[in-house]
């Protein structure tokens, strides 16, 4: 990491070194051959001026080329016709060639300042060349001058550009290092931490580093590995309720498998004549299979309501009519056990499972009768608030103590089991009743003290997501 960082700096740093370098050369370029050009405009408005009216060009020439003082500079007059008047460079000018081609003369005699850098042939070296129209005399005064741009300079600017570059690349390097430790010490502390096998698993904590977006890596971290723990919990405390659900489940259908193979085998043996007893081992027999497959029913659609995986049909249920049902088949065993059931319900009428609504009025009315004592009483009163149902279930049986009142909603949680047991109780019917309104968005309250009864509180919306 740190490694390609300090690399891509480096060669970020050629290249804007390169790029500069070529700007600048440029820029350079042109402006030293700007002053040039205009330097030796300036001798050729003085050649002009000089010659004006002048017979021995040549000569004139050679005597303000002495003056100059300057090897370099060549004065050549060219006439209309292209013939060279006179030229400091060339020994005889008779033999030269016509200059009426050369650029900077054409451009001359069409009245404008001529420029050109070339080769010459006559001097062989490269040349600028400037030349201007003596307007007075018809003939064009060119200047020349050996130039060979920036690449003179070179030499004498090479060390400088050198010292240049390597500050440059110094300072550079010193700033990629700093850079590439603020960057890859947080990433490399980040990753060494993620794999860090000492650390508490999903436990990370970062410190606030200097650049957001390492906050941002390293809050999305934490954030991402608190929610992987939540899960774990989660998953860890639903399986561990999923195995003691099903360690409770097989104790209790252990004990009346148990019971209907001691009958049966007692009957098998022949062990029972008596024709009375033995029709009395088969009533409970019977009996024991009822309870038996009551519990896997119970079972069943506690394992349904809890995965959701119901085939519910919903229909208008009138919660009034079905409580007068629910009476009708509870009111034998009320009587049984002297207790007088008792209804106040409005007309409500309620969007859902009549199934679902039936298993929840049956089990709260059946426990208030099953808790209760010789006189006792359940009241079951039902009304519409705006919008939801409210469903009461009272009595005034034993009630629940504080501690129980916690526990009673957990799958086969029995306050009294010897007593639940008698009447056929399976220790699954407040767990139905809790997951039936937590199906339908509902609210559940208790409130109970022993000695006094419980009264227990449903409220159910109308509407509802699931609907
Ligand atoms: P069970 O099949 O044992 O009745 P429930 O889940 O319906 O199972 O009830 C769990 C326990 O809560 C019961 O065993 C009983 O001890 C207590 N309980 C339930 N309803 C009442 C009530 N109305 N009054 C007093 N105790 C109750």
Redesign the pocket.
Known sequence: MRKAVLLRFGMILVLALAVSGMVSGFLMGNKLLEDNQKNLLHVVYMVEYTLHGKQDLQKECMQIKAQLKDENVRITVVAADGAVLADTEAATFDGMENHLEREEIRTAFRGETGYATRYSDTLQENMLYVAALSASEGYVVRVASSYDGLKEYIPSMLPILLLGAAAAALIAFVAAVHFAGTIAGPLSEISAKLQDKHTVPWDFHFPVYRYEELNIIGEAITGLAGEVKEQISRLEFERKVRQEFFGNASHELKTPVTAIRGYAELLDNGFVADEEKQSEFIRRILKTAEHMSRLIEDILLISRLETKDVEVTYSMVRLDLLIREIFDVVEPIAKKHQVTLCSQCEEVTLEASVRQMRELLM??V???V???QPGGHVWVEIRADKEKVIIRVR?D????GRE?QAR??ERF?????G??RK?G?????????KHIVEYNEGDLRLK?SPGE??E?MICIPFSRNIL
């Open positions: 089990n709260l059946v426990n208030g099953t808790y209760n009595d049986g034993v009630g629940i129980d009673i909603f949680y029995r306050v009294d089991k007593r639940s009447l109780g399976t220790g699954l019917g407040l767990s139905i009743v109970s009864g419980s227990f």
